[in-house]
Nanobody, 118 residues
Framework: QVQLVESGGGLVQPGGSLTLSCAAS????????MGWYRQAPGKERERVAS???????DYVDSVKGRFTISRDSAKGTVYLQMNSLRPEDTAVYYC????????????WGKGTLVTVSS
């Protein structure tokens, strides 16, 4: 079993930066692809970034060039560095992990709120 806990959310001005962290506990070895999702009020959950164990990254078009995902596989920690933030980035950001060698297929954090506003 894996537990994910996000941190780093908060209020930031447009154009500002924020870095989110996701700390995993439990069966760290089971962590496979990890990623960040977000959900704004009235909108569907959206995957914004993902990273494989080998470091291959993928981003939704709207954050390319602004967000950077990274991970420390040994520690089971994933980060999302967010630059040039826009009001439309406002959402609850969730950490996600695809799992291997387990009966469960994925794990989710409870989310951290990012508010981009002046």
């Amino acid at each position: 079993q894996v537990q994910l806990v996000e941190s780093g959310g908060g209020l930031v001005q447009p154009g500002g930066s924020l870095t989110l962290s996701c700390a995993a506990s439990g069966n760290i070895f089971s962590l496979n692809v990890m990623g960040w999702y977000r959900q704004a009020p009235g909108k569907e959950r959206e995957r914004v970034a993902s990273i494989t164990r080998r470091g291959n990254k993928d981003y939704v078009d709207s954050v390319k060039g602004r967000f950077t995902i990274s991970r420390d596989s040994a520690k089971g920690t994933v980060y999302l560095q967010m630059n040039s933030l826009r009001p439309e980035d406002t959402a609850v950001y969730y950490c996600n992990a695809q799992l291997r060698f387990t009966d469960e297929e994925y794990a989710w954090g409870k989310g951290t709120l990012v508010t981009v506003s002046s």
